[in-house]
């Protein structure tokens, strides 16, 4: 059992899960997380058939916003080769790092 001196100030109601990795290859961090409402990339060539007639405001919980400048599908390869697509990925120029709703998968 977790102790409340143990959490590291983080209320379980507010923070389910949140984990990052980052790639050696070219830098790029990725935040798995049960609380961001959709996926979301900065990385305009991970997107396939990007939708950018939609246009919507990112709200994060400090109140701060940017732009999702459209969405589109993500191509994930599995280790034995098999292709998989994250769906309905916002695209949002402005962010430093990835965001994968683990809700979503």
């Known amino acids: 059992m977790v102790q409340e001196e143990e959490r590291d100030g983080f209320d379980s109601d507010q923070v389910l899960l949140m984990t990052t990795t980052t790639s050696e290859k070219d830098k790029t961090s990725l935040y798995l997380d049960t609380k961001c ?7 305009r060539i991970w997107l396939i058939d990007l939708n950018p007639s939609v246009i919507n405001n990112v709200k994060f919980v400090n109140n701060n916003s940017i732009v999702a400048e459209g969405f589109g599908k993500v191509m994930i390869m599995h280790k034995d080769g098999k292709v998989a697509y994250l769906n309905d990925v916002l695209y949002v120029p402005n962010m430093k790092n990835n965001l994968l709703n683990l809700g979503q998968l």
Do not use: V
Request: proline share 0%; charged share 0%; hydrophobic share 30%.
């Open 37 to 43: 409402s959709n996926h979301m990339t900065w990385n």
